[in-house]
């Protein structure tokens, strides 16, 4: 195991208040692409046309044929050892709280118990026109889904050009100012708000941990320790470092 990792394990056991802030990539070993790699989304899908609230207000059927085709992927995905990897952190006490960008539902899937979801959930669709909310397993396979009142409904996920659920952003803030250790999985950090979490967590004295393939903006500029490769692979290797750094209690078995 990398001294990485387990510099990376000590920052976590020592910290009061840690947080993980997710993004596509913690997906991926899950069946779901992410966005920006090679054979991402956007590579298939045009986001001007695709991926953002007046695309969807100009042709939702249109969105849909992009917008059904995750949904299938994301209705047959399972969570993987990256997620439930951050699930067993919370379980020892030792993650406050996963801040996601997914719409996927695989932290909780996973076995999380405090998610933040930034940009919403994909399994609730909602009608722009009347209001209409519907969870997305109580609606026949028809595509695109319709509201009772006939019109296309949209999920319940922000698109570009559309607000941060207030209470998720507000959440996120209070406690990227509050983190002693952010640990970064599977993000480009190229979307805005959700790239600023690493710098409030900076400034206010956070450490910085970050897995990712490859190298992001965040690298050189804020990450405190990156250790690169599959967030599969690095969540386990972490997990396991923590699990190894924790003394067991009397009866042998590792406590929360
Ligand atoms: N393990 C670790 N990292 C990975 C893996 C993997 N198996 N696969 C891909 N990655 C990394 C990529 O290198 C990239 O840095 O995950 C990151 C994914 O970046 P994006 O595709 O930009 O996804 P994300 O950062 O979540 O995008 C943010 O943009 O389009 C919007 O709303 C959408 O929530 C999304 C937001």
Request: aromatic share 4%; net charge neutral.
């Amino acid at each position: 195991m990398q001294n990485k990792t387990k510099e990376a394990a000590a920052i976590i056991c020592r910290s009061k208040l840690s947080l993980a802030l997710t993004g596509a990539g913690i997906s991926v070993e899950s069946g779901i692409p992410d966005f920006r790699s090679t054979d991402g989304l956007w590579a298939r899908y045009d986001p001007m046309e695709y991926g953002t609230i007046s695309a969807f207000r100009r042709n939702p059927q249109k969105v849909w044929d992009m917008v059904a085709e995750m949904s299938a992927l994301m209705n047959n995905a399972r969570p993987n050892t990256a997620h439930v990897g951050l699930a067993r952190l919370q379980q020892l006490g030792l993650l406050h709280t996963i801040i996601t960008q997914n719409v996927d539902n695989l932290h909780q899937a996973g076995g999380a118990t405090r998610v933040i979801e930034f940009h919403g959930n994909s399994s609730s669709l909602i009608c722009l026109w009347c209001g209409e909310r519907y969870r997305s397993q109580s609606l026949s396979g028809k595509m695109p889904p319709k509201c009772d009142c006939g019109r296309i409904l949209k999920p319940e996920v922000v698109f570009f050009g559309e607000p941060i659920p207030s209470a998720a952003l507000a959440e996120s803030s209070r406690l990227a100012a509050a983190c002693e250790a952010l640990l970064v999985v599977g993000t480009s950090a190229e979307v805005s708000p959700a790239n600023t979490i690493p710098a409030m967590a900076k400034s206010a004295g956070a450490k910085i941990i970050e897995i990712n393939l490859n190298p992001t903006v965040l690298t050189e500029s804020l990450t405190d320790l990156f250790l690169p490769g599959k967030a599969t692979e690095m969540v386990s290797q972490l997990v396991e470092a923590v699990e190894e750094a924790i003394p067991p209690s009397r009866d042998g078995h590792l406590h929360p």
